[in-house]
């Protein structure tokens, strides 16, 4: 059974770092897109940051220079590294992957089930 298992929330001062660690397990053919959306309070679901199975990100205006998303292939694992953190950073944030399994000519978006981040002093 497919997996993406979260690691790395708590709670920071403004200011500080964090990094998020998601995990993929199980069988799994290939990795395509990997990346982390966050949802805040009575807010929709927002995309933080994305990267490809090349390496090519994109983020989110608001976290642009401060975030930063990378990925370990060989560990089918994804990251966030975040610095400078903020108030208005705090949600849940959640890992996505694209992913092939064997014999299978499509990709799956699979979730994490979320890992909270809380900045405040």
């Known amino acids: 059974q497919v997996q993406l298992v979260e690691s790395g929330g708590g709670l920071v001062q403004p200011g500080g770092s964090l990094r998020l660690s998601c995990a993929a397990s199980?069988?799994?053919?290939?990795?395509?897109?990997m990346g982390w959306y966050r949802q805040a309070p009575g807010k929709e679901r927002e995309l933080v940051a994305a990267i490809t199975s090349g390496g090519s990100t994109n983020y989110a205006d608001s976290v642009k220079g401060r975030f930063t998303i990378f990925r370990d292939n060989a560990k089918n694992t994804v990251y966030l590294q975040m610095n400078s953190l903020k108030p208005e950073d705090t949600a849940v944030y959640y890992c996505?992957?694209?992913?092939?399994?064997?014999?299978?000519?499509?990709?799956?978006?699979?979730w994490g089930q979320g890992t909270q981040v809380t900045v405040s002093s």
């Open positions: 199980g069988t799994i053919f290939s990795i395509n897109a």
């Open positions: 996505n992957a694209d992913l092939i399994l064997p014999g299978s000519y499509y990709s799956q978006s699979y």
